[in-house]
Nanobody
Framework: VQLQASGGGLVQAGGSLRLSCAASGFTFDDYSIGWFRQAPGKEREFVAS????????QYADPVKGRFSITRDRAKDTIYLQMNSLKPEDTAIYYC?????????????????WGPGTLVTVSS
């Protein structure tokens, strides 16, 4: 299983970024993909998840209304569109796979993790 996150960078507060997570190397019947983030000195926290088959989504309260998670089944890629970014969104963002049809906000439910991509939001 390979997950490759990309799209991070430096952006000013109020700006936007779109992260991508390319998934390969597995053929599970159903699964969900989650985005997590970890800021310096803080624990990893849930951001959003999407069920691969149903497309059902789940968001953490701090990002509701600003972030959107989508999937492109033809490209086996998951996207995280991040708008109205705030300095507190600064973190390393990770995508992960949970072997379950519905998403979860718990990192323990995710079995496979990719290397993160750094998002820095300047004030």
């Amino acid at each position: 299983v390979q997950l490759q996150a990309s799209g991070g960078g430096l952006v000013q507060a109020g700006g936007s970024l779109r992260l991508s997570c390319a998934a390969s190397g597995f053929t599970f019947d159903d699964y969900s993909i989650g985005w997590f983030r970890q800021a310096p000195g803080k624990e990893r926290e849930f951001v959003a998840s999407i069920s691969w088959n149903s497309g059902n989504t789940q968001y953490a309260d701090p990002v509701k209304g600003r972030f959107s998670i989508t999937r492109d089944r033809a490209k086996d890629t998951i996207y995280l569109q991040m708008n109205s970014l705030k300095p507190e969104d600064t973190a390393i963002y990770y995508c992960a796979v949970a072997l379950r049809s519905y998403g979860s906000s718990s990192a323990r439910d995710y079995r496979y993790w990719g290397p993160g991509t750094l998002v820095t939001v300047s004030s």
